[in-house]
C-alpha cells in the first residue's frame, strides 16, 4: 500500500557522552521515511528543505525506495537546523539551537502522483500544517497516524487537539500523553486522550518499551535492554517510521496487526539508538531486523502452565 | 518447600498524594511475608518487634499461616518505626523519620524447628545481619534471595559485597543496580553484579516492570498499567514474596521458572499499590490473583506470524 510521509527533512548537530556530531542529516520525516523503507518501497515524502541541503542525502533517501517529488528545494533559503545535547542519563537532553529556516512557512504541496495514498504518517510538525496536508488530500487515507511533541501543546493545543479529531493513530511518549490528558496515570491518560479522536494511541516509553491502547486493548512491548544507547535523537520518528511502515506493508488493521507493528517499530528505533542519526537505518539488512524483532518476542515469552 | 523469611517487621507512617495514614504495620517481613503465603504454607518468620507492636498483627501473620516463632518480642524496648511522604509522581518519596529501636541491634535467632529450610528471603536489612543468618543455618538452604537498598551501598558497601558472594538471587531497583554497578546500561550492570555472586538478578523497574537475568538469559516482565497507584509502601517486599513463595511453592530453579516467579511477584506487588500499606494483601482471593497473572502474560503476548 502507498505511504505518504510528512515531516521535517532537516540538519541536526547532536552532542552525547559519547561524542558530538557536525551538521548531520535529520529530521521527522527523514527517519521515518528510512525506517518504512525496509518494509514497503511505496513511499511519497513530502517536506520542504533548503539550498543549502545536499543533493546526495535527497540521493540517499531515493536509494531507500522514497519519491522525492514532494520535497521541495527552496534554493535561496536555508534548511531546518537543531541541534542538541543530552545528559548523562540519556533520557534528557537540552536544545542548543533551533532555526526553523523553511520550515517556518512550509507549505506542504502533494503532488498529483501521491493523492490516493492508504497510509499517511504525520510527522512532528506544527498541527496547522498536519491538518492542511489531511485536507489537501481527495480522498481520506486508510489510515492516518500522527506523532506531536508537548512543543505543540505549549503553543497551539487548540489547532492540535482540531487535527487530533481528524487521525486514526497517535504516537506520543509517556510525558506528552500525560501534559496532553493532563493524567498522571498512563490508562486514565490514554482514554481521555481516545476521546479526542484516535482510536489508537502508541505511548513510547523509551528504554521503558511502549504501550498500545485501542478503546478496549492494552499491549506492552518491551525494550530490549540494550548494552549501550549511543544516540536517541530520532528514535521515536523511528519506531513511527517502522510502525507505519509495517501497517502499510501488511495492510492489516487488526489489533494483532497493530501489535506487531509496535514490535517492528520497537525494533527498528532500537537500531537507531545504537550510532549517531541515521547512520544504523542507511543499508541495514532485513534478516538482521528480522533477527531483532524475534529478541523482542523472546524477550516477553512465557510458558505458565509447565513447571520445570 | 519451607521458606524462612528474614527482615523488618514494622510500623510506618505513610503519605501520599492521596491521603495519609497513622502508624500502620510494615515492614519488609510483613510485605514478603504476607505476599508469599499465597503460594506456601510453610512460612518461618526471623525478625524482632518491640513491645509496643500489637498482638492481633501477629495473630494476623499466624492467620497467613506464617509461623512466628523466630519473630522476638522485646518488651521493653520501641518497633522500627519508618515514616515517609510520597511525590506527586509516586516514584519518588522523602523519608521523614526513621526510627531504628529493636532493629539498632538486632540478632537474628534461628529456631530449632527453623534450620533445615529450603528457601531463604533475606529481606532489606544490614549485610551484617543477613550473612549472620546464612552462617547460622547449619545446612546451606537451596536457594538463598536477598533484596537490599542504597542505603547499605552508602555505608556498608564491603558487607553488601561479601554477603553477595554468599547467596544465589539478588533482588533491587534499577537506581540500586546502577549505584551498586557503577553502570548506567541495565545489561552491563547486570554483568557486572553477577560477577559479584548471585547466579540470578532481578531488577525491579517499579511501573515499568522488571528485568530477570542469569549469565546467559534475560526476561523482561511488563507492568501492568494500572489507572491508579494508591501507595506504593512495600511494593517491593510484595514482589520478593511473591517471587519466593512461588519458587518454594513450585520448588522448580529453571530459568522458566524463574520468569514465572518474576510474573507472580509482580502480580502480588501490582495488588499491594492499589491501597494503603498491606491493607491489599490480607484476604487476597487465589482466583483473583490468576486472574491478575493472565492479565500480565496477555499483556505481552504477541503472535509474530499470523496476519490479519
Redesign the interface.
Known sequence: MSLLVIGSVAFDAIETPFGKTDKIIGGAATYISLASSYFTDNINLCAVVGGDFPKENIKLLQEHGVDTEGLQVKEDEKTFFWSGKYH???NSRDTLVTELNVLGDFDPIIPEAYQNCEYLMLGNLSPQVQKTVIERLEKRPKLIALDTMNFWMDIAMDDLKEVLGMIDVLIINDEEARQLSKE?????A?QKIMEMGPKYLVIK?GE??A?LFNEKQ??????L?????FDPTGAGDTFAGGFIGYLAA?D?L?F??F??AV?YGSAMASFCVEKFGTEKLVGLEIPAIEKR??EF?D??Q???T???
Chains 1, 2 share one sequence.
Open positions: 548523562n542519563d540519556m498522571y496515570s498512563l490508562v486514565k490514554a516509553k521503558h518499551g504501550l492494552v499491549y506492552f512491548c518491551p525494550a535492554p540494550l548494552e549501550e544507547v501488511t492489516g487488526s494483532e496487526n501489535k506487531r514490535i524483532v524475534q518476542i524477550l516477553s512465557v510458558e505458565l509447565l513447571k520445570s
